[in-house]
């Protein structure tokens, strides 16, 4: 599966953004769907990730109740719907897909990446 994630920018602290990915090539419905980050100088860390069905979610710690992951299966898009972003938000963000495993953390988990959307976040 291919994937296209957008939606990245420059914005100031307290705005929002919302990342889109969009999968092409496969059956996306099949395919549980995550968003990572990686920070300049730091390894990549999970953000959150959503089932095939889109009836779990999970996120972590530092962004729940800011970030909304959902996914539109017709449109073999998900998203990213960040709110109240802060400075430490900012990195690049990528959009990954599995078929199986359960570690949702594990980037190693993942077999199918895009290329990364830069979001920074201003003081």
């Known amino acids: 599966v291919q994937l296209q994630a957008s939606g990245g920018g420059l914005v100031q602290a307290g705005d929002s953004l919302r990342l889109s990915c969009a999968a092409s090539?496969?059956?996306?419905?099949?395919?549980?769907m995550a968003w990572f980050r990686q920070a300049p100088g730091k390894e990549r860390e999970f953000v959150a990730g959503?089932?095939?069905?889109?009836?779990?979610?999970v996120y972590v710690d530092s962004v729940k109740g800011r970030f909304t992951i959902s996914r539109y299966n017709a449109k073999t898009t998900v998203y990213l719907q960040m709110n109240s972003l802060n400075p430490e938000d900012t990195a690049v963000y990528y959009c990954?897909?599995?078929?199986?495993?359960?570690?949702?953390?594990?980037?190693?988990?993942?077999?199918?990446w895009g290329r990364g959307t830069q979001v920074t976040v201003s003081s």
């Open positions: 990954a897909a599995r078929l199986s495993g359960s570690r949702w953390k594990d980037p190693i988990e993942y077999a199918y």
């Open positions: 090539g496969r059956t996306f419905s099949n395919y549980a």
């Open positions: 959503v089932s095939s069905t889109g009836s779990f979610t």
